[in-house]
């Protein structure tokens, strides 16, 4: 099985402050990888898939990279409205199988 | 704009069957693959199994015995049952759907329901 992990488990940042969370695979996913943001009492919602493509709709201060085993997700200038917990998402074809990294709660 | 809902008791006694409805309005189902992902109390999201309108599934490994979903596109709605509950099985579940033909993009999300299992 394919583990994620996610660093930080959370973190305090303030208004306009750029905020860089990891998400690493046990083993190369290629660019299988999306970001969720997940606040309280809401269904989650897809920021970036494949790694590093922008979700239509979503503001552009959000963006991901990376490829392989080490991914990264970047907010840059947080607003107020970004308050959530975070997820990243591994996935394949064969089998069709996914698994969630463990979250990342950014608060301001 | 799709939406999901989904439906289903909020109590479910252990060693009983969950059984949860996922209706699907705004869009036909088809060409779509639809999931459950499920969030424990204070953990993280856990993905429970896919159904395309053609009917192959899969699911997670951990859940997979006890897993079994079905999908009926003429009522846009497909449903969970998820057998032999125990309270590891208490979470927020939701429906969702892919986006771009993926099952994992997960575009649609529907708001969750909580279910409890519980004597």
Sequence with gaps: DIQMTQSPSSLSASVGD???ITCQASQDIDNYLNWYQHKPGKAPKLLIYHAS????????????SGSGTHFTFTITNLQPEDIATYYCQQFDSLPPLSTFGPGTIVEI | Q????????????????????????GGLMRSHYWSWIRQSPGKGLEWIGYIHDS???NSNPSLKSRVSMSVDASKNQFSLNLSSVTAADTA???????????IFIVG?????????VSS
């Design chain 2, 92 to 102: 927020v579940y939701y429906c969702a759907g892919g986006f771009y033909g993926s």
């Design chain 2, 108 to 116: 649609y999300w529907g708001q969750g329901i909580p279910v409890t």
């Design chain 1, 18 to 20: 750029r905020v860089t």
């Design chain 2, 2 to 25: 799709v939406q999901l809902q989904e439906s289903g008791p909020g109590l479910v006694k252990p060693s009983e069957t969950l059984s949860l409805t996922c209706a699907v309005s």
């Design chain 2, 55 to 57: 009917g192959s599934t």
């Design chain 1, 53 to 64: 493509n922008l979700e239509t709709g979503v503001p552009s201060r959000f963006s991901g």
